[in-house]
Each structure stands twice: as structure tokens, then as C-alpha cells.
């Protein structure tokens, strides 16, 4: 059974910061690429941070400077270190693993970033 379990969300205030983790079991984690998306009320789902099998990252261009992806494959875990976070990075965080033919979704954090 596959499974990718997010944690490390909560309420942050703006210039903040926050740690997501996202633990896979049920794949052979190190082949995969790992992905970071968010949705807020009433937005489509973006892709806001990706990190390969061989560990090259990528950023929107939204965060790019303020939010670094990295994966331990000895744990089968991927991070995203969230750091001067605003307003509009409100969102619910889903961890996604990726080789076709099939994705995997975590459940999603909440992350909240308000005063």
C-alpha cells in the first residue's frame, strides 16, 4: 500500500517560518521525483517546488529564494524548508511522488501565514 504522509503545518506570522515533511512508504522512493503543490480557496493546484531522482531542484517562480526542497532517500522523506513566508503563501501543501504511468498524493498540511 502506498501512502505519503504530510506533517510540519500550522499558523506562521508573515517573515516566518515552517518545515514540511512528507514520509513515503509502499514505493522505491529514491527513483521517484518529489513534488511540492499548493491550493488555496479558489485557485487551481500549483506545483511549487520539485526535486528529481538524482536531486536537482525547482522552484515557481513565487518562491524561488525562499523555499528549498530536499529529500533524504535513507528515510524516504522530502522536505520543504518554507522561509519568509507571506500572506499568500496560505495554502494546503500536498506531497506528490511522480513516475509515469501513476502519481501519489499525500493528504495535504495547512499551512496559514497571518498576523
Known amino acids: 500500500q502506498v501512502q505519503l504522509v504530510e506533517s510540519g503545518g500550522g499558523l506562521v506570522q508573515p517573515g516566518g517560518s515552517l518545515r514540511l515533511s512528507c514520509a513515503a512508504s509502499?514505493?522505491?522512493?529514491?527513483?521517484?521525483?518529489m513534488n511540492w503543490y499548493r491550493q488555496a480557496p479558489g485557485n487551481q493546484r500549483e506545483l511549487v517546488a520539485q526535486?528529481?531522482?538524482?536531486?536537482?531542484?525547482s522552484y515557481a517562480d513565487s518562491v524561488k529564494g525562499r523555499f528549498t526542497i530536499s529529500r533524504d532517500n535513507a528515510k524516504n522523506t522530502v522536505y520543504l524548508q518554507m522561509n519568509s513566508l507571506k500572506p499568500e503563501d496560505t495554502a494546503v501543501y500536498y506531497c506528490?511522488?511522480?513516475?509515469?504511468?501513476?502519481?501519489?498524493w499525500g493528504q495535504g498540511t495547512q499551512v496559514t501565514v497571518s498576523s
Open positions: 526535486i528529481t531522482s538524482g536531486g536537482r531542484t
Open positions: 506528490n511522488a511522480a513516475a509515469r504511468p501513476i502519481d501519489y
Open positions: 509502499g514505493i522505491t522512493f529514491s527513483i521517484y521525483v
